[in-house]
T-cell receptor, first 112, second 112 residues
Framework: SQTIHQWPATLVQPVGSPLSLECTVEGTSNPNLYWYRQAAGRGLQLLFYSVGIGQISSEVPQNLSASRPQDRQFILSSKKLLLSDSGFYLC???????????FGEGSWLTVV | GNSVTQMEGPVTLSEEAFLTINCTYTATGYPSLFWYVQYPGEGLQLLLKATKADDKGSNKGFEATYRKETTSFHLEKGSVQVSDSAVYFCALRDRAGTALIFGKGTTLSVSS
C-alpha cells in the first residue's frame, strides 16, 4: 500500500533562518505531489504542485520554494523565514490519473 | 474560477444529535467532490468522496450526496459521537492531475 511521510513534525525557527521540510511517498510511481499550508484561523492554501521530477508549479508568490529531486521526494524550502511563514504545512500525493489526494501527517512550523 | 463554500462554524452538538454541514460549489464541468476530516494536531484524512452526479459517498456513518442541480455536497450523520469532534473540509477537484480546492473548514464540537 502507499504511504506518505513528512518531517520534521514540529519545528521552531528564528526569523531569517532557512527552512527545509521533506516529504516522501512509498508504494507508488510517478505521483503528483503537493504542498499546502494551513495558517491559524485560515483554510488550506495550495503552495506548490509537481507532476514530475524537476517540474514545479507555484500557486502563490512568496519566499518559499519547492524542489523534486527524485520521483517520490518533495522538498519545501526557504532561505530566510518570515513570521508570516508560521503554520501547518501538509504534503500530499495523488496517482497520476487518480482523483483522490492523500495527505501526510503535517509539519508545524513556528517562526519566532 | 472554481470555489467551495462551507457553512461557518463552530458547530456545537450534544452526543447522538443529527449533524448537517452545508457545502456548495462553483465549477465548470463535472468535478469530483470530497470531504476531509482533520482531528486536533493531525493531518487531513479522506472521509468520503463522490465522482459524479447523484453519487452518495459514505464512511463511518457520514454521508454526502453529489447534487448537481443544487451544486451541493452536504455532509450528514444521524448520531454524532464525541470522537467526531474535528474540523471538516469540503473540497473539489475538477480533473485528475489538478490540485484540490478547499472550503474554509467547519469545526465540529460534540459534548457528552
Amino acid at each position: 500500500s502507499q504511504t506518505i511521510h513528512q518531517w520534521p513534525a514540529t519545528l521552531v525557527q528564528p526569523v531569517g533562518s532557512p527552512l527545509s521540510l521533506e516529504c516522501t511517498v512509498e508504494g507508488t510511481s510517478n505521483p503528483n505531489l503537493y504542498w499546502y499550508r494551513q495558517a491559524a484561523g485560515r483554510g488550506l492554501q495550495l503552495l506548490f504542485y509537481s507532476v514530475g521530477i524537476g517540474q514545479i508549479s507555484s500557486e502563490v508568490p512568496q519566499n518559499l520554494s519547492a524542489s523534486r529531486p527524485q520521483d517520490r521526494q518533495f522538498i519545501l524550502s526557504s532561505k530566510k523565514l518570515l513570521l508570516s511563514d508560521s503554520g501547518f504545512y501538509l504534503c500530499a500525493w495523488s496517482a497520476r490519473s487518480g482523483n483522490t489526494i492523500y495527505f501526510g501527517e503535517g509539519s508545524w512550523l513556528t517562526v519566532v | 474560477g472554481n470555489s467551495v463554500t462551507q457553512m461557518e462554524g463552530p458547530v456545537t452538538l450534544s452526543e447522538e444529535a443529527f449533524l448537517t454541514i452545508n457545502c456548495t460549489y462553483t465549477a465548470t464541468g463535472y468535478p469530483s467532490l470530497f470531504w476531509y476530516v482533520q482531528y486536533p494536531g493531525e493531518g487531513l484524512q479522506l472521509l468520503l468522496k463522490a465522482t459524479k452526479a447523484d453519487d452518495k459517498g459514505s464512511n463511518k456513518g457520514f454521508e454526502a450526496t453529489y447534487r448537481k442541480e443544487t451544486t451541493s455536497f452536504h455532509l450528514e450523520k444521524g448520531s454524532v459521537q464525541v470522537s467526531d469532534s474535528a474540523v471538516y473540509f469540503c473540497a473539489l477537484r475538477d480533473r485528475a492531475g489538478t490540485a484540490l480546492i478547499f472550503g474554509k473548514g467547519t469545526t465540529l464540537s460534540v459534548s457528552s
